[in-house]
């Protein structure tokens, strides 16, 4: 029997997947849990359409993260703030700041927790990860000054 897997299974496939299982299977296991619906032409051309659209939509995001990239890739920023005699921020900068000045200098909105840093604490240079997207990577030097 034909079936579409409306879960993934470990050790029978993904969500979406047509796949050949016993009758008993799908009867006894499957279709009480509804892990799984019976496969007839419609349902299966509506899924490969699903996965097509899927797999365009993921096209697109990457398009336009290498896109915000290309915007911000070895780009430099530079934070005056309040600082101590010593160099010591009396506010720390947390994503929500970078975030805010990547914005506002080179003008790429990035989502916060895709900025990967520590709190920043003291004056200087620093260099800072951004996850555009799965494999799409980029850094920002941010040097910190005393205002």
């Known amino acids: ?3 579409i897997l409306t879960t993934h299974i470990k050790g029978l496939g993904q969500k979406g997947d047509v796949k050949e299982v016993s009758d008993g299977y799908y009867q006894n296991f ?3 849990r509804k892990l799984a619906t019976q496969a007839t032409s419609g349902k299966v051309n509506l899924v ?7 797999v365009e939509k993921l096209e697109n995001m990457k398009e336009s993260a290498m ?3 290309e915007k911000i890739e070895g780009k430099g920023l ?21 975030r805010a000045a990547i914005l506002t200098q080179l003008g790429a909105d990035i989502p916060e927790k895709q900025i990967h840093m ?15 997207f799965k494999d799409v990577k980029s ?8 205002a």
Not at 48 to 54: D, E
Request: glycine share 4%.
């Open 78 to 98: 530079t934070l005056n703030e309040k600082s101590s005699d010593g160099g010591k921020l009396y506010a720390a900068l947390h994503p929500r700041e970078l």
């Open 30 to 32: 499957l279709a009480p």
């Open 48 to 54: 490969q359409a699903q996965k097509a659209k899927a």
């Open 118 to 132: 520590d709190p920043i604490k003291t004056t200087g240079s620093y260099t800072i990860q951004i996850d555009l």
């Open 67 to 69: 896109a915000v990239k």
């Open 139 to 146: 850094t920002v030097h941010v040097t910190v000054t005393a």
């Open 1 to 3: 029997m034909k079936v």
